[in-house]
């Protein structure tokens, strides 16, 4: 499995593997949700919402394991780690309807140009506030 291969390589490799795969699991959520509900007739910007907790999560959890390797502190370093995604969720709402409303962008297009945003910031926020070494 690449997640146990992945134990043994350097935290810059692994941020970067772990990121990849949580990139494409985070581009993907938000798509499949919107895809699967399109036919309920749900406000696309309401789509978020699950995507964004179950992108985030799973987010987390393959950054402690995988990458930081921490133990024990789940519940403060979630709520650090999810505090980042708050903000940038929060950005997303406002966002979204920019870009689909706004600018006329589909708005699976527009939540994947949104979500470069969240993926080049968050290295700096995981190193420095979620994961930080005591």
């Given at each position: 499995?690449?997640?146990?291969?992945?134990?043994?390589?350097?935290?810059?490799?692994?941020?970067?593997?772990?990121?990849?795969?949580?990139?494409?699991?985070?581009?993907?959520?938000?798509?499949?949700?919107?895809?699967?509900?399109?036919?309920?007739?749900?406000?696309?910007?309401?789509?978020?919402?699950?995507?964004?907790?179950?992108?985030?999560?799973f987010s987390f959890a393959t950054y402690k394991y995988f990458v930081y390797k921490t133990s024990g502190n789940h519940?403060?370093?979630?709520?650090?780690?999810?505090?980042?995604?708050?903000?940038?969720?929060?950005?997303?709402?406002?966002?979204?309807?920019?870009?689909?409303?706004?600018?006329?962008?589909?708005p699976m297009i527009a939540q994947t140009m949104f979500s470069f945003l969240v993926v080049s910031t968050s290295y700096?926020?995981?190193?420095?506030?979620?994961?930080?070494?005591?």
């Amino acid at each position: 499995m690449v997640f146990e291969r992945l134990k043994n390589f350097d935290k810059q490799f692994r941020f970067l593997i772990v990121g990849g795969i949580n990139t494409i699991f985070g581009f993907s959520i938000y798509p499949l949700i919107y895809l699967l509900t399109r036919g309920f007739d749900i406000f696309y910007v309401w789509v978020l919402v699950p995507s964004q907790i179950i992108a985030v999560s799973f987010s987390f959890a393959t950054y402690k394991y995988f990458v930081y390797k921490t133990s024990g502190n789940h519940i403060r370093e979630y709520g650090k780690f999810s505090f980042f995604h708050v903000v940038m969720f929060t950005l997303n709402l406002l966002a979204l309807p920019l870009l689909v409303e706004g600018f006329g962008i589909n708005p699976m297009i527009a939540q994947t140009m949104f979500s470069f945003l969240v993926v080049s910031t968050s290295y700096i926020w995981y190193q420095k506030i979620a994961f930080k070494n005591r």
